[in-house]
């Protein structure tokens, strides 16, 4: 197990204070800045570099997460309900080094929203209008969750809706997509994409009477297709999935939704999961080649917002995630201003023809966000970035498995760090060579960089930094499209 090294402290300069900021030492009202509605969008325009931007990083990062965190003043209860926002930064190529932009995707539900001056949807609607979307399944699609690039278009992802389109040139809003799937209602915030078979793997699960999950493959060139939908026996939230070279793994955790909470949208956004640890996990195991040979079993219920990555092992399927004993973050992720308690990276090794799982935690660090060089994503890996956010103490970590070591870049207080992307550093290096960039939000300052890393020497703190004017509010996940 990988224990935590000395602190280091970054030594690069910081820019200028230009906006009154929250006190560095009050967590709570970090947050709340922090995670504050988009305060200004525009397309794409120039941004301050400093430090020395890698010649070989060339294309565009594109973020996304909770833009809009408050409609017509009221704020929203949960990061999840808000309204999604995408920013990108574009290297290399353009008018200028880096150039940026900031975008509040126009979903359909906010598009009527702003027409009619008041809430419509979620818990902010009044109680009447809960009723009638919930009579007529309505809800909002805010598309605030993650990113898809996928044969040369952007989708803005929500778990529980369809895919909506991005024009990755303006990041205006295209809108809804099936994707060509046909009757495609849910779409995973969390496609995972196997190199070898230059596809991504995808499912959704469709709740109701009779839940089921919905997995799909997304062909790199040629239409996507539905491989298979198995029946589930709650309602459930699966936040991640894996996908090894044969099989894809789901952990379905019991976060049950209360379908009559969800229905009349009663009490907050919170309060339609119910943590019931008295059902455990259940661990379904689909073979690519056969997706109808199902190999399902339960265990001991547990919680993974994430996965890093999975491969195979013999008969074994090694899968690398986020653990968490129950559900408890649900609340943290609210607008509270709550402590994130953040999970366990894990080692769990499943044996499906015993029907068995055992677990291994991999280091005593507590992080979130688990990212691996994606050219080799179903396969074994030997490192992780990780970001490790308690507070004031948010760093960027490494694992390298092999050498049992961790590294750590510890960012100034009030510094918050999104979760990594990882880049090559140019298209056929070696593995685990290249650039690991994080968007830094500054309470100091009051703005947000994206921070560019060696991958290989976090500890070295960022080679460049690449300033917005303004804050980016927190972001959950995103995507590097070279160009
Ligand atoms: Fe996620």
Known sequence: MVRHP??????????????????????RATHLAYTSSVPREHGFEPLRVEGRLPDGLRGTLYRNGPGLWDLFGRPYSHSFECDGAVAAVRLGGGSAPALGAHRVTQSEGLREERAAGRPLYGSN???????????????????????????????ALLEAARPTEL????????????????????????PRAVASHRTTYSY???????????????????????????PLAHNVMIHDFAATERHLVFFV????LVIWRALFAAGDFRSLFEWRPEHGSEVIVVPIADPTRVVRFSVDAFWSWHVANAFERGGEIVVDLVRYDDFATMDQLGASGAPFEQGVPTRVVLDPARRTMRRDALTDARAEFPMIDLRIAGTSHRTM?????????????????????????????GERASEMVFVPREKNAPIDDGWAL?????????????????????EDGPVARVFFDHTVPLTFHGVFVPS
């Open 385 to 413: 970035l990780l970001a490790s956010d308690s507070g004031r103490r948010n760093a960027l970590l490494r694992l390298d498995l092999e050498r049992d070591r961790l590294s750590r870049f510890e960012l100034e207080p």
């Open 6 to 27: 000395a602190r280091m402290l970054p030594t690069a300069t910081a820019p200028s204070i230009s906006e009154p900021s929250p006190s560095l030492h009050d967590d």
């Open 253 to 256: 955790g019991p976060a049950e």
């Open 204 to 230: 959704g699960v469709e709740l109701g009477p009779r839940p089921k999950l919905d997995v799909h493959a997304l062909p790199w060139t040629g239409p996507a297709r539905r491989l298979t939908r198995i």
């Open 125 to 155: 609607a009044a109680w009447r209008t809960r009723l009638w979307n919930g009579l007529r399944l309505r809800a909002k699609n805010t598309a605030n969750t993650a990113l898809l690039s996928w044969q040369g278009r952007l989708f």
């Open 438 to 458: 994080s968007m830094v939000w500054s309470a100091r300052t009051s703005t947000s960089h994206l921070a560019i890393l060696d991958a290989s020497r976090l």
């Open 167 to 190: 024009d990755p040139a303006t990041l205006d809003t295209i809108g809804p997509s099936d994707l060509g799937i046909e009757k495609l209602v849910a779409f995973t915030a969390h």
